[in-house]
T-cell receptor
């Protein structure tokens, strides 16, 4: 069964460093998302991406964040200058039809900013 | 602004018991509602998707219902097993046309052998 994959599974970085989180969505999916979950808190929406552009972003998704689909398979989330409060589990998700079909989530990348 | 609430926050039951998890949302204008399972430190596994026009969906021992007008959904788990122990999340796709999901905080279920 097709699945969303994410790399790395864990990343430790120093405050102020740039990180890139990578995702490979399911191949025929058209809508892509990043969510994050701070330990013990709700899963929060960060950004949605369709047709090679951001379709919606949350208040969390400030200028330090960016997303890219550099080729036909990868979908990346970049944090330019990490802060302690960026420590969280980051989930990538994709769906073939945003209104009618399930969003499939990847296993997540656990980011720890020291 | 859509808010999603799940009650109870935690639940412990003996094996074999039938149980109900609750999810409520403040804005009834939704496209669909999804139930997910999350094991500790892991990703989200989709369990059931209910469209706004549907009243319920079933998958194996799981049955999810949706009452849009009252802003409620329930997840019924029949004959619970220790392997059902996990956190169950509901998420609503609401007024945004981008597919953004709004999540509840989850119910952590423990099924004791």
């Amino acid at each position: 069964e097709p699945e969303v994959t994410q790399t790395p599974s864990h990343q430790v970085t120093q405050m102020g460093q740039e990180v890139i989180l990578r995702c490979v969505p399911i191949s025929n999916h058209l809508y892509f998302y990043w969510y994050r979950q701070i330990l013990g808190q709700k899963v929060e929406f960060l950004v949605s991406f369709y047709n090679n552009e951001i379709s919606e972003k949350s208040e969390i998704f400030d200028d330090q964040f960016s997303v890219e689909r550099p080729d036909g398979s990868n979908f990346t989330l970049k944090i330019r200058s990490t802060k302690l409060e960026d420590s969280a589990m980051y989930f990538c998700a994709s769906t073939v039809d945003r209104g009618r079909e399930t969003q499939y989530f990847g296993p997540g990348t656990r980011l720890l900013v020291l | 602004k859509q808010e999603v609430t799940q009650i109870p926050a935690a639940l412990s039951v003996p094996e074999g018991e039938n149980l109900v998890l609750n999810c409520s949302f403040t804005d009834s204008a939704i496209y669909n509602l999804q139930w997910f399972r999350q094991d500790p430190g892991k990703g989200l596994t989709s369990l059931l998707l209910i469209q706004s026009s549907q009243r319920e969906q079933t998958s194996g021992r799981l049955n999810a219902s949706l009452d849009k007008s009252s802003g409620r959904s329930t997840l019924y788990i029949a004959a619970s097993q220790p392997g059902d122990s996990a956190t169950y999340l509901c998420a609503v796709y609401g007024s945004s046309n981008t597919g953004k999901l709004i999540f509840g905080q989850g119910t952590t279920l423990q099924v004791k052998p």
